[in-house]
């Protein structure tokens, strides 16, 4: 077993966020049982649990809220289902600064930590992120996240998913007013907007997050990668939870009602 890989680098895709609420329990059975490796369940200092799938670069979270204790209010206000873009920072006071020289008047770096166990050994994971007004995003929180801890989140032993993932493609969201919104992503972002046939384009390293036309603003779709379909096929189809549509050799789209989820597959052996 190899390394384990570093944080992504600052200004590209740290990994998009899944909100299932009170149904975390369901949802990792379901991620589990269609062959995704997930990491053990944390506990975040603010109130929230999450489940990780992890890659190389970015990664796919799970995040709800558990049963009693303290429950982290962002999480229960904001949409279930695909709802997360997060950027990676190498340095939240800086994002910060960078945020509003843009005229986006983000919160001040928060600060919390989950713990962890590996090898036997008790530790801490931490982060900081910086989050930029929710209203000018109403299809989904967009905040940074500097990794204080990476090691304790990038671990080899959590590459290596029996469905063969390996990472993510693109992120597309749905916007009534698709110019307008990408100009402020793209500011946001800290990377330009490129017009496209179906709309406009932000590339965040290798993942290019699409913002098109629609009645509603929403997180519509997460194109995620895989080493090959065959075994994620075989495991959607066993599953009355999941739909999946083979498009192609090396293409599919795979729909998960319960979580409002339209993920796009595509093989890159």
């Known amino acids: 077993m190899g390394p384990a890989p570093a944080a992504p680098a600052d200004g590209t895709l740290d990994h998009v966020v899944v909100n299932v609420l009170r149904r975390m329990d369901e949802a990792a059975d379901l991620f589990a049982?269609?062959?995704?490796?997930?990491?053990?369940?944390?506990?975040?200092?603010?109130?929230?649990?999450?489940?990780?799938?992890?890659?190389?670069g970015p990664y796919l979270e799970l995040v709800g809220?558990?049963?009693?204790?303290?429950?982290?209010?962002?999480?229960?206000?904001?949409?279930?289902?695909?709802?997360?873009?997060?950027?990676?920072?190498?340095?939240?006071?800086?994002?910060?600064?960078?945020?509003?020289?843009?005229?986006?008047?983000?919160?001040?770096?928060?600060?919390?930590?989950?713990?962890?166990?590996?090898?036997?050994?008790?530790?801490?994971?931490r982060f900081r992120t910086v989050r930029v007004p929710a209203h000018l995003f109403p299809a989904g929180r967009l905040?940074?996240?500097?990794?204080?801890?990476?090691?304790?989140?990038?671990?080899?032993?959590?590459?290596?998913?029996?469905?063969?993932?390996?990472?993510?493609?693109?992120?597309?969201?749905?916007?009534?007013?698709?110019?307008?919104?990408?100009?402020?992503?793209?500011?946001?972002?800290?990377?330009?907007?490129?017009?496209?046939?179906?709309?406009?384009?932000i590339r965040l390293g290798d993942t290019r997050i699409a913002i098109v036309p629609g009645p509603a603003a929403r997180f519509a779709a997460l194109a995620l990668r895989f080493q090959s379909l065959d075994v994620l096929e075989t495991r959607a189809a066993a599953l009355a939870e999941a739909a999946w549509v083979r498009h192609g050799p090396d293409t599919a789209t795979l729909t998960l009602p319960a979580f409002d989820l339209r993920l796009p597959c595509r093989a890159a052996p």
């Open 33 to 56: 049982a269609l062959g995704f490796r997930l990491t053990p369940r944390g506990h975040h200092s603010l109130g929230s649990i999450n489940h990780l799938m992890m890659t190389a």
């Open 143 to 201: 905040y940074h996240c500097e990794h204080l801890t990476p090691d304790l989140v990038w671990r080899a032993e959590w590459l290596d998913h029996p469905n063969g993932f390996s990472g993510i493609d693109a992120l597309t969201i749905a916007s009534p007013t698709p110019e307008a919104d990408a100009a402020l992503y793209a500011a946001a972002c800290g990377a330009p907007a490129e017009g496209a046939d179906t709309g406009w384009t």
């Open 65 to 125: 809220v558990p049963e009693t204790g303290p429950q982290r209010q962002d999480v229960l206000d904001s949409p279930f289902g695909l709802n997360g873009l997060v950027v990676a920072s190498r340095d939240a006071a800086t994002t910060h600064a960078r945020l509003a020289a843009a005229g986006l008047a983000a919160g001040p770096p928060v600060a919390f930590s989950r713990p962890v166990t590996l090898d036997g050994r008790a530790d801490e994971a």
